[in-house]
């Protein structure tokens, strides 16, 4: 190879299955943001997205001892085919709130929403969540 060639990614990754015969490189075709998610698609068909949202709430629904908020809907990129597994967590203000789940995730409609709970008390206010998704674009 020249040095005037270029190189590409799949080149790269086929020249180490070359050298390495017995492992499997897998390599980033397409990255970017798609509905306020920042992704990576990899030639596996791995995606994996991530996003940041500040939410404002009340918790006033309660469930046994515990009380929750349901967040909004959150549009989900429209570059993801299904969904393996999703990460959420606060990571600044909501003093008080004890736990985060999934609450309904919809690939039809493209949208996600979650479950912030606490320990009972009512609470109000505002936090930061990031919110991580790994599942497959092909």
């Known amino acids: 190879m020249s ?9 790269l990754a086929n020249i180490l299955n070359e050298i390495l015969p017995n492992t499997s490189v897998d390599y980033i075709v397409e990255q970017g943001t798609n509905n306020s998610w920042t992704y990576r698609k990899w030639n596996s068909g791995i995606y994996e997205a991530w996003r940041t949202s500040t939410n ?10 515990d009380q929750y908020y349901t967040t909004d809907y959150y549009t ?18 909501g003093t008080g709130l004890v ?4 609450y309904d995730v919809n ?3 493209q949208r996600v929403s979650f ?7 009512s609470y109000s206010g505002s936090f930061t ?8 674009w092909k």
């Open 3 to 11: 040095t005037s060639e270029t190189i590409t990614r799949t080149d």
């Open 76 to 93: 989900l990129p429209s570059n993801v085919l299904s969904i393996d597994h999703i990460d959420l967590k606060r990571i600044a203000g």
């Open 129 to 136: 969540m990031g919110m991580r998704l790994i599942g497959k």
């Open 115 to 121: 479950y912030i709970w606490n320990d009972g008390a």
């Open 107 to 109: 690939i039809t409609n």
């Open 99 to 102: 736990e985060t789940s999934v």
């Open 56 to 65: 404002s709430f009340n918790m006033s629904t309660k469930y046994g001892t």
